[in-house]
């Protein structure tokens, strides 16, 4: 298997989606875990130095996230006021909520975040890390709410189940959200606004003890936040 691996943060943003579409997948790639394409620790996009997450732990949007603030408005992104904030995330959900209705995909409001739940059956194929092609209509709708919005940052986080070595669950959770993100950016996302990042099976949402359980806990997560003034 060929192995991709990004050095540093900085060649994130220099490549941007050629970098995410650049790594290869390997041999195995969905239930439970993984030989990965990229170090278990390394956060992919285009972002300097993200701080630590706001929901569970794992997503790395924050009050103290200057640096990506500055890379979006560098890009042309502009910050939401204060008052602005909740009317824009409520235009979002609604519009993600319509295009995504009957799709499997969970959508939950958590404040003035948005987390979309993809549920591994419906995104991935059996030990594999590529995007099915039947769920590219849904991301289609997804990039297209997403670039209608786009003063939001967007977390990409990848889990699985607890099935398999802690390495292998660790990379094949990273290569499946690269997967996810490298779609997006190929609709015409800006990778500024991405961080992807693969956490194994470090939060499960439900027992790995069973079946049903452990079909819960292997999914993908896209955090949308707003891009705040005064960050």
Same mark, same amino acid.
């Not at 540093?8 to 989606?17: D, E, H, I, Q, Y």
């Not at 650049?22 to 195995?28: H, K, L, V």
């Given at each position: 298997m060929t192995r991709c691996r990004f050095v540093?943060?900085?060649?994130?943003?220099?490549?941007?989606?050629a970098?995410?579409?650049?790594?290869?997948?390997?041999?195995?790639? +969905?239930?439970? !875990?993984? &030989? +990965?394409?990229? !170090?278990? &620790?390394?956060?992919v996009g285009a972002l300097l130095g993200a701080g630590a997450g706001a929901l569970g732990g794992y997503f790395s949007s924050g009050n103290k996230d200057d640096r990506r603030k500055n890379a979006l408005i560098g890009a042309g992104i502009g910050a939401l006021a204060g008052g602005a904030v909740g009317n824009y995330m409520d235009r979002q959900e609604v519009a993600l909520r319509q295009d995504l209705q009957g799709s499997g995909v969970k959508v939950q409001r958590q404040g003035d975040n948005i987390l979309l739940t993809m549920p591994n059956q419906i995104t991935f194929g059996f030990d594999q890390s590529n995007v099915q092609s039947a769920f590219y209509p849904v991301l289609d709708n997804v990039s297209g709410v997403l670039n209608q919005y786009p003063s939001t940052f967007i977390d990409i986080v990848g889990h699985t189940d607890s099935v398999g070595s802690d390495s292998y669950n660790m990379d094949l959770s990273q290569r499946r959200a690269q997967s996810v993100a490298s779609y997006l950016i190929g609709k015409g996302v800006v990778a500024q606004r991405l961080v992807v990042r693969g956490v194994g099976e470090q939060f499960p949402v439900a027992s790995n003890d069973t079946d049903a359980g452990r079909a819960q806990n292997r999914r993908v997560e896209i955090l949308i936040s707003p891009v705040r003034e005064g960050m």
């Open positions: 540093l943060p900085a060649l994130a943003v220099v490549l941007g989606a970098s995410l579409a650049g790594c290869t997948q390997g041999p195995n790639g +969905g239930y439970g !875990g993984s &030989n +990965g394409t990229i !170090g278990n &620790n390394t956060t």
